[in-house]
C-alpha cells in the first residue's frame, strides 16, 4: 500500500532555532500534502495544505511566515519551523493524497514530535 | 462549536466485548467519513471509510453513517487487546479536501 515517510521521528530544539521535517510519498505521487499539529489528548488540526509547485493554504490562525511550507516535488513536502519557541513544541504529522480516487490516498506519516527548549 | 464531536474517553472494556465508538458532525456538507486508529506517538492508521449513508463492514470492524442524524459509528466486535489504541473519526466534504477529526476516543481492551 501507499507510504509516507516522515522524518525526523523526534527532534529536540533550542528555542530561537528552526526545525525542518520532511515527508515523503515513497510509492506514489502526492500530488496534495497536508500539514497537521497534535498537542496532547487533543484532535489533528489542519495547518495547511500544499499543492505541488505551488504555495500552499494556510489555515487561520497559522502563520506563514513561522511553519514555511516547501512541497518542490511529488513525492516531497518539507515543514520548517522557524524560530521555533516552546510553544510550538507538538506533534506534526503529514498526510499526502494522490489523484488516484477518494480517500485512497490518505496515509499518514508517523509523526514528528518536536520539543523546544 | 467543533465541526465534528467526539468523546474522548477512555473507555475501558474487557477482552471480547463489543465496542461502540462514536461521533457527531454539524455540517450536512459533509459525504466521507473515516475511521483513524491512532497508537501512542504514531501517524493515524486509516481502518475504514465510507461514502455518504450506510453500513460497511470489515472483519471485525462496522462502520455506520446516518447522515439524518449527522451520527457516525464504529463496532468493534470480539474486542482484542492489541485493538487499545485512540481511535479518530473524521470527516470531509469532497475526495482530495483535507479532514476534519475528531479529537479521538482512547480504548483500552483489558485481558
Known amino acids: 500500500g501507499a507510504v509516507v515517510s516522515q522524518h525526523p521521528s523526534r527532534v529536540i530544539c533550542k528555542s530561537g532555532t528552526s526545525v525542518k521535517i520532511e515527508c515523503r510519498s515513497l510509492d506514489f505521487q502526492a500530488t496534495t500534502m497536508f500539514w497537521y499539529r497534535q498537542f496532547p489528548k487533543q484532535s489533528l488540526m489542519l495547518m495547511a495544505t500544499s499543492n505541488e509547485g505551488s504555495k500552499a493554504t494556510y489555515e487561520q490562525g497559522v502563520e506563514k511566515d513561522k511553519f514555511l511550507i516547501n512541497h518542490a516535488s511529488l513525492t516531497l513536502s518539507t515543514l520548517t519551523v522557524t524560530s521555533a519557541h516552546p510553544e510550538d513544541s507538538s506533534f506534526y504529522i503529514c498526510?499526502?493524497?494522490?489523484?488516484?480516487?477518494?480517500?485512497?490516498?490518505?496515509?499518514f506519516g508517523s509523526g514528528t514530535r518536536l520539543t523546544v527548549v | 462549536q467543533k465541526e465534528v464531536e467526539q468523546d474522548p474517553g477512555p473507555l475501558s472494556v474487557p477482552e471480547g466485548a463489543i465496542v461502540s465508538l462514536n461521533c457527531t458532525y454539524s455540517n450536512s456538507a459533509f459525504q466521507y467519513f473515516m475511521w483513524y486508529r491512532q497508537y501512542s506517538r504514531k501517524g493515524p492508521e486509516l481502518l475504514m471509510y465510507?461514502?455518504?449513508?450506510g453500513n460497511k463492514e470489515d472483519g471485525r470492524f462496522t462502520a455506520q453513517v446516518d447522515k439524518s442524524s449527522k451520527y457516525i459509528s464504529l463496532f468493534i466486535r470480539d474486542s482484542q487487546p492489541s485493538d487499545s489504541a485512540t481511535y479518530l473519526c473524521?470527516?470531509?466534504?469532497?475526495?482530495?479536501?483535507?479532514?476534519?477529526f475528531g479529537k479521538g476516543t482512547s480504548l483500552l481492551v483489558t485481558p
Open positions: 473524521a470527516t470531509s466534504s469532497n475526495s482530495g479536501y483535507a479532514l476534519n
Open positions: 465510507t461514502y455518504s449513508s
Open positions: 498526510s499526502a493524497s494522490d489523484s488516484a480516487g477518494p480517500l485512497v490516498g490518505y496515509t
